[in-house]
Antibody
Framework: EVQLVESGGGLVQPGGSLRLSCAAS????????MSWVRQAPGRGLEWVSA????????YYADSVKGRFTVSRDKSKNTLYLQMNSLRADDTAIYYC??????????????????WGQGILVTVSS | QAVVTQEPSLTVSPGGTVTLTCGSS?????????PYWFQQKPGQAPRTLIY???NKHSWTPARFSGSLLGGKAALTLSGAQPEDEAEYYC??????????FGGGTKLTVL
């Protein structure tokens, strides 16, 4: 059974940093690209970032480019999202999602088959 | 960036049929946009229902189907059940591996 479990969320002040983690199990983590999607309170889904299975390709939404960094540790089956220079409009539930293929560059697209339960990030003073 | 549009809300009677649509500001939606559909119930994570226009996952109830209709992607629910009340999001793929979600359709079964 595929499981994705996010952690690391919480309350942070504007301008601060936070690192989210997503522990993956139930599939061969190194064989799939992964992604982050967020949802502000009462709002819709927004794609945030993605990383290819080979770590050589990373993609970001314009709203987070230059502030967020996605990475993965295949030895720990864990996906990360380092979030710096956080702003109030980054407040959201952040979901980790599995991409159904290995290479984002080759597929030239990102989509999702399995989702984590989400973790809340609140940016406020 | 492209804008993906969905009906803000729809209502269907129990046992009835409803079609949700997903349009693109760039023009007609085609199979090349690889439309996806997701279901999200209050307080829960999204769940993937349909991928690549019309393909279902093993957990997708048979009453859901995907298609292209009038230049848009469409999700049809035939024989609505109370448990189908949820928010539904579509996702379209554009060049450069940066996907765009629609704003979501709140479906009420009443």
């Amino acid at each position: 059974e595929v499981q994705l479990v996010e952690s690391g969320g919480g309350l942070v002040q504007p301008g601060g940093s936070l690192r989210l983690s997503c522990a993956a199990s139930g599939f061969t983590f190194s064989s799939y690209a992964m992604s982050w999607v967020r949802q502000a309170p009462g709002r819709g889904l927004e794609w945030v970032s993605a990383i290819g299975g080979g770590d050589d390709s990373t993609y970001y939404a314009d709203s987070v480019k230059g502030r967020f960094t996605v990475s993965r540790d295949k030895s720990k089956n864990t996906l990360y999202l380092q979030m710096n220079s956080l702003r109030a409009d980054d407040t959201a539930i952040y979901y980790c999602a599995k991409v159904p293929w290995y290479s984002i560059a080759a597929a030239s697209r990102v989509a999702f088959d399995y989702w984590g339960q989400g973790i809340l990030v609140t940016v406020s003073s | 960036q492209a804008v993906v549009t969905q009906e803000p809300s729809l209502t269907v009677s129990p046992g009835g049929t409803v079609t949700l649509t997903c349009g693109s500001s760039t023009g007609a939606v085609t199979s090349g946009h690889y439309p996806y559909w997701f279901q999200q119930k209050p307080g829960q994570a999204p769940r993937t229902l349909i991928y690549d226009t019309r393909n279902k996952h093993s957990w997708t109830p048979a009453r859901f189907s995907g298609s292209l209709l009038g230049g848009k992607a469409a999700l049809t629910l035939s024989g609505a059940q109370p448990e189908d009340e949820a928010e539904y999001y579509c996702l379209l793929s554009y060049n450069g591996a940066r996907p765009v979600f629609g704003g979501g359709t709140k479906l009420t079964v009443l």
